[in-house]
T-cell receptor
């Protein structure tokens, strides 16, 4: 059975801290890994990773994929209160475009 | 705003009842996906439609059904509701539903079964 596991389950930090969120997966026919941010309701797309070792960056957020060890990390530097959200990792398989999601990491950034 | 519209935002109903959730995808998107998010299960894929045809099925119960209409909007029908069906139901859309397309999610329908 395909499995995506995120850690930690939740995290509380102060503004300015750097955080690292983890996502490991065990799936057949892996195609890509995606990160989403879920604030109030709708998950919003952050990154899609398909190749190992290539870092994707968007402002203070960055992510990298290791296809050999089957994991990805999402880094957020200089955290702000607006980064408070649930961060979801999902895997897309070779066939089709439906996503298998991990349970999410709930991040709270305190002022 | 993702461009995916879901109605209603909240729904409160009783066990045994039937409800219909509605989704309008982004303009131009042909593929619609339904997901269920509950506290203990995370986001679970239910079903995907492409241009009116069912394309993929996930962990969708037999009591649940969906369809996509010629105008591309989709409805998810949940019947014989149980307490455990209480969850946030998301619709997402993408252009054609091909591998590696980004999914754009609506704001969800919060279903409470009492």
């Amino acid at each position: 059975e395909d499995k995506v596991v995120q850690s930690p389950l939740s995290l509380v930090v102060h503004e300015g801290d750097t955080v690292t969120l983890n996502c490991s997966y065990e799936v057949t026919n892996f195609r890509s890994l995606l990160w989403y941010k879920q604030e109030k309701k709708a998950p919003t797309f952050l990154f899609m990773l398909t190749s190992s070792g290539i870092e994707k960056k968007s402002g203070r957020l960055s992510s990298i994929l290791d296809k050999k060890e089957l994991f990805s990390i999402l880094n957020i530097t200089a955290t702000q209160t607006g980064d408070s959200a649930i961060y979801l990792c999902a895997v897309a398989l070779y066939a089709g475009n439906m996503l298998t999601f991990g349970g999410g990491t709930r991040l709270m950034v305190k002022p | 705003d993702s461009g995916v519209t879901q109605t209603p935002k909240h729904l409160i109903t009783a066990t045994g009842q039937r409800v219909t959730l509605r989704c309008s995808p982004r303009s131009g998107d042909l593929s619609v996906y339904w997901y269920q998010q509950s506290l203990d299960q995370g986001l679970q894929f239910l079903i995907q439609y492409y241009n009116g045809e069912e394309r993929a099925k996930g962990n969708i119960l037999e009591r649940f059904s969906a369809q996509q209409f010629p105008d591309l909007h989709s409805e998810l029908n949940l019947s014989s509701l149980e307490l455990g069906d209480s969850a946030l139901y998301f619709c997402a859309s993408s252009v054609v539903g091909a591998t590696n397309e980004k999914l754009f999610f609506g704001s969800g329908t919060q279903l409470s079964v009492l």
